[in-house]
């Protein structure tokens, strides 16, 4: 393919190139991916970054640095910006998110600030090196911004000691070059990627760009990062701390997919780029917006029609076909009824009814449910079947979607959701607390203590959010 430095600058991918490999650790690691080493080239950013690109392009351009070297620049830019249309004719079948996962293992390196490109290179070619002697391959994923990362794969390396000892070896080679790096095994087991465009929605509606975030970011990293972009009289808190955040794919017409797992990574979880993902308080709603009576109920049956459409599986009937007042769920997800016996262990079940109940003074008061089927959970009467909705309920507001009212109705038969405080079943509080309730939680995919109280005050990356206007 004949390209030259003036049709990539036409084309707009020069611009491209400025953005995303802004700083010397991605310029340098995007060269070294393709095979470019630093020759005649000027310390970085001088005069300024988009100069620098232009005379790196023009230099490939007279093969400087072997042939074909310009296609082998947009070749290793495709692979890491997966999303970019401007890069997609340079991009193989290998380098799209979902041909990405591999057998091998991941490793990062955290390099010292301010490194050099050359130095870049030194370390990705004795990195290489080490793995070589091994047998295997070295390719590079990422070296990305905000922070002096690389991120490498070992493609056929599947056994974590290999690993651990390869990990090991580069650190202290790299070290006795001089080079203070600190070398870790990485978590996931796909090639990372930026996922470039993502979109996110706050519970107002405002848009987001979320900008060069990796597919390695995990979910509770996104939440976080929009979450803190408002203030605290608009998203709800609690105890003086902001309500936690939950996470939905939104699919077409603007429904909501499944709910996604806050410790899953980008990639895991089924995001790709161009998706949207909309950002909520757990349980809460959003801006107050008071109506009258008849329009609510109008609203809600919508939001009801809305939600059964995206959710297969979830049906619901009602009381009137134009403003109901009352709503019958039925649904199948993993969870637990009281035993048939006297101190037995919880039975498992598959299929639950729910009563959703619009009161006579709704909007203005909040909804009710109860459980129409049997069911062991702290935050419902086992006599009755009534629900506590919790900050749903102290913290509700005329605006509530009822689509987070009938996901949270998931999450709660799920144990995804539960609160031991202030329970209504003594005995399923006890039961969800104990070493058994916990492993039996797990075992259908709930929220255990541990995973629940977990913390982790700073995310692994910091994202580049910024918001779009109408």
């Given at each position: 393919m004949n390209l030259t430095a003036r049709q990539i600058e036409d084309d707009g991918i020069l611009d491209d190139l400025v953005g995303f490999y802004d700083n010397s650790v991605s310029a340098g690691g995007l060269l070294r991916k393709a095979e470019i080493k630093k020759g005649a080239?000027?310390?970085?950013?001088?005069?300024?970054?988009?100069?620098?690109?232009?005379?790196?392009?023009?230099?490939?351009?007279?093969?400087?640095?072997?042939?074909?070297?310009?296609?082998?620049?947009?070749?290793?830019?495709?692979?890491?910006?997966?999303?970019?249309?401007?890069?997609?004719?340079?991009?193989?079948?290998?380098?799209?998110?979902?041909?990405?996962?591999?057998?091998?293992g991941n490793i990062k390196l955290t390099l010292p600030e301010t490194l050099s490109i050359e130095d870049i290179c030194k370390i990705m070619d004795k990195a290489k090196e080490i793995v070589k002697e091994t047998g295997k391959d070295l390719e590079m994923n990422l070296a990305y911004q905000n922070s002096t990362h690389l991120s490498l794969t070992i493609p056929d390396c599947n056994n974590q000691e290999e690993l651990s000892l390869i990990t090991k070896r580069i650190q202290e080679e790299l070290s006795n070059e001089g080079f203070n790096c600190d070398v870790q095994i990485e978590n996931h087991?796909?090639?990372?990627?930026?996922?470039?465009?993502?979109?996110?929605?706050?519970?107002?509606?405002?848009?987001?760009?979320?900008?060069?975030v990796r597919a390695s970011t995990r979910v509770k990293d996104v939440a976080r990062g929009i979450m803190s972009t408002y203030s605290d009289d608009i998203w709800?808190?609690?105890?003086?701390?902001?309500?936690?955040?939950?996470?939905d794919k939104v699919m077409d017409k603007g429904q909501k997919g499944n709910r996604l797992n806050p410790t899953d990574t980008l990639h895991d979880a089924g995001v790709r780029p161009g998706d949207t993902l909309r950002v909520s308080p757990e349980r809460t709603a959003g801006a107050i917006n008071p109506m009258d009576r008849d329009a609510a109920l109008a609203r809600v049956r919508n939001e009801v029609l809305d939600f059964v459409d995206a959710h297969p599986g979830f049906t619901?009937?009602?009381?009137?076909?134009?403003?109901?007042?009352?709503?019958l769920f039925n649904f199948s997800t993993k969870g637990f009824a009281p035993s048939h016996f006297q101190d037995g262990w919880p039975r498992h079940i598959n299929d639950h009814e729910v009563l959703l109940v619009l009161p006579g003074d709704f909007p203005?008061?909040?909804?009710?449910?109860?459980?129409?089927?049997?069911?062991?959970?702290?935050?419902?009467?086992?006599?009755?079947?009534?629900?506590?909705?919790?900050e749903l309920q102290d913290q509700y507001r005329?605006?509530?979607?009822?689509?987070?009212?009938?996901?949270?109705?998931?999450?709660?038969?799920?144990?995804?959701?539960?609160?031991?405080?202030?329970?209504?079943?003594?005995?399923?509080?006890?039961?969800?607390?104990?070493?058994?309730?916990?492993?039996?939680?797990?075992?259908?995919?709930?929220?255990?203590?541990?995973?629940?109280?977990?913390?982790?005050?700073?995310?692994?990356?910091?994202l580049r959010i910024r918001k779009i206007k109408s």
């Open positions: 080239f000027s310390t970085f950013g001088d005069p300024s970054i988009k100069d620098w690109w232009r005379k790196v392009l023009d230099k490939l351009e007279l093969g400087l640095c072997g042939d074909n070297s310009l296609f082998r620049l947009l070749q290793a830019a495709a692979d890491e910006c997966t999303g970019n249309d401007k890069l997609k004719p340079y991009q193989l079948n290998r380098s799209q998110p979902d041909n990405r996962n591999n057998a091998g087991n796909f090639r990372d990627y930026y996922t470039d465009p993502l979109t996110a929605e706050g519970p107002d509606s405002q848009r987001f760009a979320i900008e060069r709800p808190s609690r105890g003086g701390q902001k309500t936690q955040a939950v996470v619901a009937q009602s009381n009137s076909p134009v403003a109901p007042t009352e709503y203005v008061q909040a909804p009710e449910v109860w459980w129409q089927t049997d069911i062991f959970h702290p935050n419902i009467d086992p006599k009755t079947g009534f629900v506590c909705l919790g005329p605006a509530l979607n009822m689509g987070v009212l009938c996901q949270l109705l998931i999450d709660l038969a799920a144990y995804r959701n539960y609160a031991e405080t202030d329970a209504l079943d003594m005995d399923a509080a006890r039961w969800a607390l104990s070493d058994k309730g916990q492993k039996a939680i797990k075992d259908i995919k709930g929220q255990t203590i541990k995973s629940r109280d977990e913390k982790d005050d700073i995310p692994d990356q910091k």
